[in-house]
C-alpha cells in the first residue's frame, strides 16, 4: 500500500498535467478560431490562385478506387494545395524572353519585371517574333514609329477585321475560385448533379467515385483553359489600347524621352551584337499597305468604336453653344506638336486648356449640386465649373443651378461673423458668381455603346470629355471645405499631376486571384524593351489594392492634368467594360489608379491619411457595467479625408446634413434604435430629426491607421474594438459607420489617429455647414 503522502502527490501531478491539457487545448483552439475567422486571407496564400509558379502535382481520380467520395469531398492532400498549372500560357512562345538580345538589354538596363508571375503579354508579340525571331534587328534597326507599324502590321495579318469590341465583356464563372481545393470542395455539389444528370443516375448509391472525380477533375480543367483563354484576351486588349494610344495619341514632342530611348536601345545592340542583322518585312508584312500616321483614325476607329468622334455640346450658362472646346486663354501646358494630326482622339487633347472644376449631375442629384454651388461660393472659387451629364439634366434642373451661380449673394448665416477675418474685405459685399458650363457627353457615344455609360460611365466620361488641361473631378455631394486652388498647389499634386485620397480601411478583403489578375494586366517586359512603358514598381505593388485590401481610393473627389496623363484616363471606360476588371472592383473607385498603373503610369501620389470619421467625439458610451472603454468613438455618415501635411479637413462625402438620409426615416423607431447604438436620449423625434437634418457640427477626426491586412482585426476578451471602423446598419438607414481611437487590448493593442480640430477651423467649419444647408 502506497504512502499517503506519495498517493496525494501523484494525485496533484494527474490534476496539474489534466489543467495544462486543458490550457494547451483552449489555447490550440483559441489560436485556431482566431486564424480561421481573422487570418483566413493569409492563409489562403498557401492555397491561392492562378500563382502562376511551377508545376502542379494534381493527382485526377488515382488512389481513390477504394474510397467512398463522402470521405474524400471534404478532404484535403498537397496535390490539393498545389497549384493547377498545367497549361500556364502555352499558348505564347515565351522562349523569346529567353533570347540574349532580351536579356542582355534587361540586365544593362535594369528592367526587371518585378510581378513574380508566369510570364505572360500580347498574343501580338508571337506573330512579330515568329516572323522576326532575333529582336536584336528590330531592337537595332526600327525607330519607334516603325515598331508601331509593325505591332499593327501583324494584327491586321492575324485578323483584317479585328477591332477591340467593347461588347466582348470577357465574363468568367467563378473568378474568385480558381485553385483545384476550392473547386473539388466547394463546388462539390453543384458538380455531383451535374454528373449523375449526364450519367442518367437516380441515386448517390450509383455514383462510382473514381469516375466521379475523373468528371470532376474534367470540369476543372476545361474551366481552367477558359480562365487561361479569358484572360490573354484581357491582356491583348490593353496591351492594344496602351500600346495604340502612346504610339498615335500621346506622341512626345521634344524633348523626346523616346527618341532618346529608341538611340540608347540601338548602339547597345550593335555593341551587344557587333551589328545589328539587319530589318526585313516578311512577304505578309508587306501586303499590309497602311500608313496609319498618314489616316490614323481609320486606326483609331477599331481601338474606339464606342466613340462617335464627335465633341461633346458645351453650353454656357448664357445660352451660348460651342461644338467644340472653350477657350479659357490659359498657356498650354505643353508646346503642341508641329504635325496635324487624323486622330480624333489626339485632336481633342490638343484643345484642352485651362483648369477648372468638373461635377458630373443628372437630375436626382440637383439638390446636391445646387448646395455645392454655394459651398464654392462661400469658399471665394473663382475657377470654372463644367458641369457633365449624358443626356440626363432637364431645362429646369439648368435654371436651378444658373440661378444659385448667378444671384445676388450677400446675406450670410450669423456664423459668418467669426470668419470674417479669414476672407478678403470684399467678400461680403456679395460671393463671387460662378462661371458654369454644361457639357452634355451623349454626343460622343456611338449610338450602338449608348446603354454602356449609364451610372458610373457618366463619371468616366467626364474624366475624358471636360475640356480641361488640369481638373478637380467631384461627385455631386462632395463637400469641399477648402478653395479648390489650393488642392492644385498641393506639392503632391505639382511633381506628379495626379492626386487621390485614400478609402477607409476595414475588413473587406480581396482574394488571392484578384491580385494575380491585376499583375497580369501591367506592362510586360517585352512591352518595355518595344515601346518604352515602364514596368510596375513597388509604387503599384505596395498599394493596398495589391495587398488584399478590396478599397483603396475614394473617388468622390480626384485631381488630375490630364494632358500628362490621357492615355491613363482613356484607359477608363474601357476598364468600365471589362468584367474581369469591373466584377473586382466597387464602383469606379479602383479604376483611377488601376488604369494609370495597367499603362505603365506611376506618376501619381495618395494623401499620407486614409479616410476619417468626422463629427464629435461620443461622450455617451460606457461599457454594460459602467466602466469606460479604452477607445473613443466618433460616429458619421460622412467619409472624410483629412490633409497629411497639416492636419485640415479638406473634403468629405454624403453632403453636410449629420444625416443625409433624415427625409427618408420613420423616427419613432429611430429614437429606440439611435439610443441602443450610441447611449444618447433625445426627448422627443422633433429632437432626432433637428440633429438629422442639421448641418454636421465638426470638432474632431479619427482615422483608423492601416498596419498591414491581418493587423485589420484586433480582437480582444474586454469588450474593446476589434476593428477601426464598425458600421451601425440600424441608423440613419445603414450610413452610420463608427471610427475608434485604438482598437484591441494588451498585446493585440494598436491606437489610431485622433484629430481635433481648433477653434478657428471648428468656426470656419460651422460657417460652411450653414451656408451648404442654408441656414439663416
Known sequence: MLPLKRILVEADTR????????????????????LLLYHYDTISEKVQTLKDKGASQFKSSEGYENTKYSD???????????????HQYSPLNVSILQHEAITNYQAQFNVKDARNIYPIYSSNYDNIFKNHPNPASILGNLDFNQRCELYFQNLYMDNHNWFVDPNELLPLDNKHEFDWYTFKHVYFEKNLKKYMEENELESENEVVDKDLLAYISKEYETFWNQTLKVEQKAVDILSHLRIFNKCFISRETVPSTTDKFISTQKSYMKTFSKKAPAFKLTKEEKKVLFNPYQDCSNLERRMYPWLSFNYPIYEKWTGEVLLSPPKYFAKPIYPKPPHISTC???????DLNGKGLVLTVDDGFIDDTINLIKLLRALNNKLPIQIVYYDNLSSDSKKKIVKTAREQFKDLPASFSKVRHLFPDDYAKGLPKQDIWFVNVYNVINENYN????????????????????FIL????????KNPEWLFEKPQYKSTGAFFYRDRVFKHFRPDSDTY???????????AVMFDFPMATSKTFDMDGMNGMFHTVEAGLLVYNKVKHFNSILLLPQLNSMFLVSDRVHGDKELFWLSMSMDGDEDFELNKYHAASIGKINVHRHKFDGSSYLSEQLCSSHPSHVDGDDNSLVW??????????????????????????????????EQLEKLYSDPLRIRSAIIPNFVAKNRTLTPNTVGEPEAGWELFDKVCTGYIWCAYSSQGYGE?????????????????????????????
Request: charged share 25%; hydrophobic share 40%; with cysteine.
Open 15 to 34: 490534476f496539474i498535467r489534466i489543467i495544462f491539457a486543458v490550457i494547451a487545448f483552449i489555447w490550440v483552439f483559441a489560436l485556431y478560431s482566431y
Open 72 to 86: 474524400w469531398k471534404f478532404s484535403s492532400d498537397e496535390n490539393d494545395k498545389s497549384y493547377h498549372d498545367v
Open 344 to 350: 480624333f482622339l489626339e485632336k481633342f487633347k490638343n
Open 451 to 470: 446603354y454602356k455609360f449609364s451610372g458610373y460611365g457618366n463619371k468616366l466620361l467626364a474624366s475624358i470629355f471636360n475640356s480641361f488641361e488640369e
Open 474 to 481: 467631384l461627385d455631386a455631394d462632395t463637400v469641399l471645405v
Open 517 to 527: 489578375f491585376f499583375k497580369k494586366t501591367l506592362p510586360s517586359v517585352l512591352d
Open 652 to 685: 468629405f462625402n454624403s453632403g453636410y446634413h449629420y444625416c443625409s438620409k433624415f427625409k427618408n426615416i420613420d423616427f419613432d423607431e429611430e429614437r429606440e434604435v439611435f439610443h441602443k447604438s450610441f447611449g444618447e436620449t433625445f426627448d422627443s423625434n
Open 748 to 776: 493585440n493593442y494598436m491606437s489610431n489617429t485622433v484629430i481635433h480640430f481648433d477653434e478657428e477651423q471648428q468656426n470656419l467649419l460651422d460657417y460652411y455647414g450653414d451656408v451648404w444647408v442654408g441656414l439663416e
